[in-house]
């Protein structure tokens, strides 16, 4: 037998000869370049896993925090050579085989993600704070060992061996990824896969603080069981959507909900006359990224997990997980749900109203610091909420510009909140903050200037940034939600000048908290964060204009 | 048979996993829950995969499951963690933080 026709019968299986043309398999094409950003932010991380497998204990510290500065560096300036090109406005496209939208909002939050990152990632990698606490070793704000018991003997061996857990390095990298492609996804897939990409790092990150490790794996664990609930809400209303179009992709849902759609075979009629699908899918899609951005009837976690927390991840994840959430959002109601704009703006006003209020009230009675930044970022949630209910091109770009402000505010202010120290680790305590202006007047100022931006007194980037959201909110019809807007600022200024007043106007207690001199690296996250909160409120114009250039989705 | 039946079952089992992970107290317990709600939506992704003639479901089904798989390890990790320190899963027990 010849060798052809040994060919012959695996290529004509059962002696049929078929002459028809083979269909040729066509290769994905994937714009490498416009998705630089997140490929190089996750590629480090890679070689940071790599550089804990096989780099010398001593060298890793250096190692990654160089490794993790220059990736987040290099995308940023992606992003900006991006931007540069006109991917945000005239070239902006669907990317990657419909998965990632490149258009104006991705590159803001991008942008704005990599930069609060940046800055946030100074705090992580900072050792100065407590130079006393274990004789020579340095210290920094993670467990020496994240898997020995507290209290243990394991514990204080790897204390005295000076261990410390440099993974959080790549962890924060591979949360970054994430939170890169979620506020860029164009299909409901990538908005899930992105979802878990961020969330799952910030989960172990909650739980590895140094000092106060129990609460610290307390919140952990709260936080991974309500955000593992959560998605699965999400991905059960990924499933009704589906069910409803017949596709993930943001551009055909739109176009099933709208009614424009041109093939329907009769599935797709079936399950397009079915409501009840579309609904409730939307509705646990909305509940899902409600969770993440902490909105009121979802926000059970936030006290809890951002005071667990060691505080430098609460201060990166308070910051960057609400511009990356709020993104998603906002391209999910903007591009896959307009036609159904009748049907969750009502949901949404009251969800926005219930935020504002519960937010602000709420944080009156707190006494611990953290928490009371938690109540704030609830009730800055709820301000947002109200810029994106506007559903006009102004409420994108107000939106985006007011993420980009309070972002930095947040981990200005949580890094100040490090800096104030007794012999327990932080002193969270309100009472313990009390006659800080006396003892280190710069500190308490810092804060104060922080506290100002969140109260949106003018001449800072908080009232600018609530200003455009309460302008386009006001011009989208949703006037009523300004004045409960002003209303609740008015409470949440309450609370926030009565901690300035604490600081300045009372009596500094004997056995009060020091405040630790930091390094240089803190230093530059709370200078960066006192410098965008001036220069955002004393100028916004140009940065108003950028995020206004930027505040079209593309479709 | 009607694939319709299939979407009853889903959402069957996606409410017995969030009753459960609302009344149940060990973390381990409502972490297995939490896996039966992603589970009904697994079955709800192939049912609509089968109802539209298309693929994606089917996809989607595979993405979840490598999704679960690395809750899992995080997860189990956390709760181990605590479990270690507290000598307790459940999840009454963690109330360091209350108000």
Known sequence: ?????????????????????????????????????????????????????????????????????????????????????????????????????????????????????????????????????HGKHVVDSF?????????????????????????????????????????????????????????????????VARRKRLMSQEAAVKYFLLGAFSSAFLLFGIALLYGYAGSVSYATIANVVNGSVTQIDPALADTMGNDALLLIGGAMILTGLLFKVGAVPFHMWTPDVY??????????????????????????????????AWDWRPVMWAVAIITMLGGAIVAITQTDIKRLLAYSSIAHAGFILAGVIAT????????????????????????????????????????????????????????????????????????????AVFKAAADGGAGGLVVVGVISSAIAAFFYIRVIVLMFFSEPKADGPTVAVPSPLTMTTIAVGVAVTLVLGLAPQYFLDLASQAGVFVR | MNPVYYLYLAALLFTIGAAGVLIRRNAIVLFMCVELMLNACNLALVTFSRMHGNLDGQIIAFFTMVVAAAEVVVGLAIIVSVFRSRHSASVDDASLMKL
């Open chain 1, 307 to 340: 005071q667990g927390a060691p505080t430098p991840v609460t201060g990166f994840m308070a910051a960057a997980t609400k511009v990356a959430a709020f993104g998603a959002l906002l391209r999910l109601l903007y591009v896959v749900l307009p036609g159904l």
């Open chain 1, 143 to 207: 467990a020496a060992q994240a898997a020995s018991v507290p209290g243990s003997d394991s514990e204080k061996a790897a204390v005295r061996a000076g261990f410390t857990t440099t993974e959080v390095f790549p962890l924060v990298l591979f949360s970054v990824a994430g939170m890169l492609v979620f506020p860029a996804a164009n299909d409901l897939l990538t908005l899930f896969v992105a979802l878990e990409v961020f969330s799952l790092p910030l989960y172990l990150l909650c739980a």
């Open chain 1, 1 to 133: 037998m010849s060798a052809t026709a040994v060919h012959s019968l695996w290529t004509m299986a059962g002696g049929v000869t078929s002459t028809a043309p083979v269909e040729k398999f066509k290769a994905p094409v994937i714009e490498y370049t416009q998705l630089a950003p997140v490929l190089i932010v996750i590629g480090v991380a890679v070689v940071g896993v790599l550089v804990e497998a096989f780099v010398p204990r001593r060298a890793r510290y250096y190692t990654q925090v160089f490794l993790t500065v220059v990736a987040l560096a290099a995308a940023f300036a992606a992003v900006v050579g991006l931007a540069a090109g006109g991917y945000g406005t005239t070239k902006a496209h669907i990317a990657a085989m419909g998965a990632i939208a490149i258009d104006g909002p991705t590159l803001f939050l991008q942008g704005t993600i990599l930069l609060t990152s940046l800055v946030a990632v100074f705090t992580f990698a900072e050792r100065r704070l407590d130079p006393a606490a």
């Open chain 1, 392 to 467: 006009t091109p102004d409420g994108i770009s107000s939106v985006l510009f007011y993420l980009g402000a309070y972002s930095f505010v947040t981990v200005g202010a949580f890094a100040v909140v490090t800096l104030v120290r007794d012999a327990g680790g932080e002193a969270t305590h309100l009472s313990k903050w009390a006659g800080l202006g006396r003892r280190s007047p710069l500190v308490a100022a810092v804060f104060a200037v922080f506290l100002l931006a969140f109260a949106g007194i003018p001449l800072t980037s908080g009232f600018s940034g609530k200003f």
